[in-house]
């Protein structure tokens, strides 16, 4: 299997960022990791080994970023005004770095978006909030309310960063026709700690019109066994 690791420089996070790239050719899937992770979490997880075939086939790409959880949500060192910022800076270097580099890399405007746990927050997040950017999201076991990170603070920012919140106030035609037309998929498990978090995103994307697949799995749900069988049998 092809595997070639980048690193550049962010002017938007003002620090080096690495990612790994996976397979020859396909379309696109972005994938990221979970709370606080690294870009290579997938692969050490078992998750590039489960999409095997759609790689070495030339499918699919796979573009396993950072992240940079650990100054922003996770940073309890820092006011949470600082936290939002740093994750809105983030936010800047996927639209504005990894996308275009996806888009020269592989040729396809057709991206697909995944992640797992907290990588599935930002998946979703990027997708609601730039669904002419994704083809396709495919959301595993995902806790999409930051509040809980942000110590009781509230400003416009936290609420345009908040899907549970900017979705039930979308409104505009345009982005939820795109919308509508990107495949969403979101899964949970029986005992998963974050199937409440899972339905109530359903219903909101319900709600606005949008058809999201949920996957309801036996058993636990939310561990990389699950998220190897879940990845593999979504992307296809």
Not at 95 to 122: D, Q
Not at 139 to 164: C, E, K, Q, T
Request: net charge negative; charged share 20%.
């Amino acid at each position: 299997m092809h595997r070639d690791y980048v690193q550049w420089w962010s002017p938007r996070l003002n620090r080096s960022m690495e990612l790994l790239v996976f397979g020859h050719a396909g379309t696109p899937i972005l994938a990221f990791p979970s709370s606080g992770g690294r870009f290579h979490e997938w692969e050490d997880f078992g998750m590039v080994e489960a999409l095997a075939p759609q790689l070495n086939g030339g499918r699919n790409h796979l573009i396993c970023v950072d992240s940079v959880d650990r100054e922003s949500f996770y940073n309890d060192h820092v006011h949470p005004r600082v936290r939002i910022l740093r994750h809105q800076q983030y936010e800047e270097y996927i639209l504005k770095e990894v996308l275009p580099f996806i888009h020269n890399r592989t040729g396809h405007n057709f991206i697909i978006a995944a992640g797992a746990s907290f990588g599935g927050y930002h998946a979703l997040n990027f997708v609601c909030k730039h669904p002419w950017a994704f083809g396709k999201l495919i959301a595993l076991s995902g806790a999409f309310d930051i509040r809980s990170f942000l110590d009781g603070y509230y400003d416009d920012d936290v609420y345009f960063s908040n899907p549970v919140d900017y979705l039930q106030g979308l409104t505009d035609e345009g982005t939820l026709h795109a919308l509508r037309d990107t495949h969403v998929i979101l899964t949970t498990g029986e005992h998963d700690p974050c199937r409440d978090a899972v339905e109530h995103m359903n219903e909101l994307l319900y709600h606005k019109g949008v058809g999201p697949y949920v996957e309801r799995a036996n058993g636990f749900g939310h561990d990389w066994p699950w998220w190897t069988n879940q990845i593999q049998r979504h992307v296809g």
